[in-house]
C-alpha cells in the first residue's frame, strides 16, 4: 500500500470559465503506479488592488491498480469570488472501474455526477459501459481509443430563462482518443481528445480536447502545463457553445 500526498500552488490562472460538460480523468485512470493511492490537492488564488478575486479549489483523488484491475474515484469543487459576485460554483464526482480482457483490450463501467452553477446546470448523473483498445503500447508511450454507451439526466437550476428547472434524460455515445508520450527523463505530454454524440440526434454533440505538458523540476517537484478546449452544440438557454482554459501550476510531492 501506498500513499502519496500532493500540495498544489496555482501559479497562472484566470478565473475558471464554466466548463463545457465533459471532464477527462483518463490521465489519472492511466496511471502506471501499481496499488492504492491516494492524492489531495488543494490551491487558493488571492489577489487584491485593482480587482478583488478569490479562488478556492480542492481535489481528492484515490486509485488501486494491479495487472489486471483499474479502480479510479474522483471528488472535487471549486468556488470562485470577484467583489463579491460569485463566479464559479461547481463539484464533480466520478468513480471509474476498467478490467482488461485480452492483452489489449478492457471493459470500462463507471458513473459520475456534477453540478455547476455557471452553466446552469443543478445537478448532472451518469452511467456508462464501454470498451478500450490500445492499439500501440509501449515503455514510452500508449496510445488508447474507447467507446461507452452512456445514460445521462440533467436538471436545470430554476431562474428566468425559458428552460428553467427543466429535467431531461438521454443515451449517448462517448468516444476518446488518448495519447500518452514521455519524451525525456523529465518531461511527458498528454493529449485527450472526446466526442459525445446523443444518440438518435447527432447534431447534439459536445466535444473536448485537452493537452499538456509535465516537466519534473527535482525528484519531488513537477511544473504542468494544460490547455482544455471544450463545446456543447445545444447548451442551455444563455449558455455560450465553446469554453478555452490554460493553466500552469507546481506540485510538490510530501
Known sequence: MRWLVIASLLLV?????????????????????????????????????????????GRLQTAYRDDDRVILGIASGEFGDKAGDRFASRHFAHLRYRSAVGRRLAAEAFVQREANEFRRLASRALAGVGLRVEPYRREKGTVAIGSAYMR??????????????????????????????????????????????????????????????TVAISRRTSLAFSYTLSHDSKPPDGVGTTDTRGKTAITVKL
Open 152 to 213: 445521462e439526466r440533467e436538471r436545470l437550476r430554476e431562474g428566468d430563462e425559458i428552460d428553467a428547472g427543466s429535467v431531461s434524460a438521454f443515451h449517448r455515445w462517448s468516444n476518446y482518443v488518448s495519447i500518452r508520450w514521455v519524451t525525456s527523463d523529465t518531461t511527458s505530454i498528454a493529449v485527450t481528445a472526446f466526442v459525445q454524440p446523443k444518440t438518435g440526434d447527432f447534431a447534439d454533440w459536445r466535444a473536448l480536447t485537452e493537452g499538456g505538458v
Open 13 to 57: 490562472s484566470a478565473p475558471p470559465l464554466s466548463q463545457a460538460q465533459i471532464v477527462n480523468v483518463l490521465p489519472q485512470a492511466d496511471t502506471e503506479t501499481p496499488g492504492f493511492g491516494a492524492i489531495v490537492t488543494g490551491s487558493v488564488d488571492r489577489r487584491t488592488g485593482a480587482t478583488d478575486v478569490l479562488v478556492l479549489s
